[in-house]
């Protein structure tokens, strides 16, 4: 079992800067991708960023050249610097792991923390 915790929301001005953390505890080397996702008031939850284990990223184009998620494999943990944020950026980040198995990888989401940003 795996469990992700997340820290580093919060509220920030418009241009301001937040980073977000992600621990997994459980799953050791069996965690793969790890990621961030976000659900606005009223709307789908979107990808925002993900990153292999490898440390290769993909970010939903919205977000590219402001974020910026990285990942720290011995702590297991991910994070998401978020700079020049936007009003748009508000909404619920949920972080996401993906641990393999034999029978197929399992998906693991957080509680979700908060952005909000106002002007």
């Known amino acids: 079992q795996v469990q992700l915790t997340e820290s580093g929301g919060g509220s920030v001005q418009i241009g301001g800067s937040l980073r977000l953390s992600c621990a997994a505890a459980?799953?050791?080397?069996?965690?793969?991708?790890m990621g961030w996702y976000r659900q606005a008031p009223g709307k789908q939850r979107d990808m925002v960023a993900t990153?292999?284990?490898?440390?290769?990223?993909d970010y939903v184009d919205s977000v590219k050249g402001r974020f910026t998620i990285s990942r720290d494999n011995a702590k297991n943990t991910v994070y998401l610097q978020m700079n020049s944020l936007k009003p748009e950026d508000t909404a619920v980040y949920y972080c996401?792991?993906?641990?393999?198995?034999?029978?197929?990888?399992?998906?693991?989401w957080g509680k979700g923390t908060l952005v909000t940003v106002f002007s």
């Open positions: 996401n792991a993906a641990e393999f198995r034999i029978a197929g990888p399992r998906e693991y």
């Open positions: 459980g799953g050791g080397s069996r965690i793969r991708d």
């Open positions: 990153i292999t284990r490898t440390g290769e990223p």
